[in-house]
């Protein structure tokens, strides 16, 4: 399964294990909303990766391979496990075990908070390197956790930061050695999980809601352009050359 549900104590920890950079793809995106919903009862969640990734964001084989019909299945899926994150009551922690790119960026900032590792592990957004537009729930989830000042320069540049930049930056909370990096998030969890159930999720939604609301009103509009420049000749051939380039057809 690409995502593994582990309980410690009050707090689940979905584990993404999907391939060398746990991307992002259909199954992913489907398993993540589907065990975000079964971790119910814990009093709040942490989202890790496996080995020393984060995730790498969105699986651009899987889209190089299954072409223009692929990215219209992909494409709602991904908005929706963003927003599935960004839509929890409860605290969510990003213990960020390595590289957070693109996608993987996005899902951290759905998170209430990120603990990045001083390890090898930079955490940027790099889609207009490729050639692709940002849906629009990834874009409202950067606003939110960054503001509106910032995403001309983490946008247009791609710029990806680690350790104090990344800090310096606000793109994370706080850094930990890699062996302790699951262990802050946990203890953040914690302690966000020891608050109030219902104000704290009354707090939450009261800040997120503007973003909730721009992402409801323009979604459906929006999304129809992104899913045309996604499919497009340009776009696809520039996916094809970066997985060339990048990853030499390896998965």
Known sequence: MPIILESHHDVAVLRIDHGKGNTLDTDSCRELAFRLEETGEARAVVLTGTGGIFSAGVDLKRIHEGGASYVSEFLPLLSDALLAVFGCPRPVVAALNGHAIAGGAVLAAACDHRVLTTGPGRIGVTELLVGLPFPLAALEILRCAYGTAPLPRLTYTGETLGGDEARAAGLVDELAPPEDVLKRALAVATRLGGLPAEPFAHTKAQIRQPFHERVAEYRHSDDPGVERMW????????????????????G
């Open 231 to 250: 499919r497009s000749a340009e776009a696809l051939a520039a996916v094809k050359s970066y997985v060339d380039s990048k990853i030499g057809g390896r």
